[in-house]
């Protein structure tokens, strides 16, 4: 709740607002992109994520990052070190005139190779703007309003 009070102060100090409301989920939670707030406490050498958008005269961020109560344990930096190659996929991939549909689909199916594509419940990423969640949107699948 400090890190929440302390970004409150932040935002109200320079004028701007939060662009949605913040995310603070940690431990199993933390898998979820759009975790609802819980009780649970946090615990020791867990993954904590944090996610959070400002407003700013009409223009939107949106930032989520991961970290780890202290280290991060041995389990975990396989699956980072996986992670990330996929995402270093994604950005040698993304040019002009590359679909956004194709960079997720690349690293869908880099994370297939690990057994992971089954666990990358949500979406690669979107553009931001002057909504939180504009195109293009870095999905495989072509989503219909």
């Known amino acids: 709740m400090i890190f929440y009070i302390t970004w409150r102060a932040f935002i109200r100090k320079e004028g ?21 707030v819980t009780e ?29 109560l202290d280290t991060m344990p041995t389990s975990f930096k396989d ?4 992670i990330r190659d996929a995402q270093h996929e994604a950005f040698r991939m993304i040019r002009p005139a590359v679909l956004a549909r194709d960079v997720d689909a690349v690293v869908r199916n880099y994370l297939k190779k690990y057994g992971l594509a089954g666990k990358f419940t949500h979406s690669l990423g979107h553009g931001v703007g002057m909504e939180v969640h504009e195109a293009p949107g870095f999905r495989s699948i072509v989503m219909r309003s």
């Open 16 to 36: 701007v607002a939060f662009a949605f409301d913040p995310i603070i989920a940690s431990g199993p939670n933390s898998a979820y992109p759009h975790a609802r």
């Open 40 to 68: 649970r406490k946090l615990c020791h050498k867990e993954p904590v994520l944090i996610d959070l958008g400002i407003n700013y005269k009409g223009y939107n961020s949106d930032l989520t990052r991961m970290f780890f």
């Open 79 to 82: 699956i980072f070190a996986i």
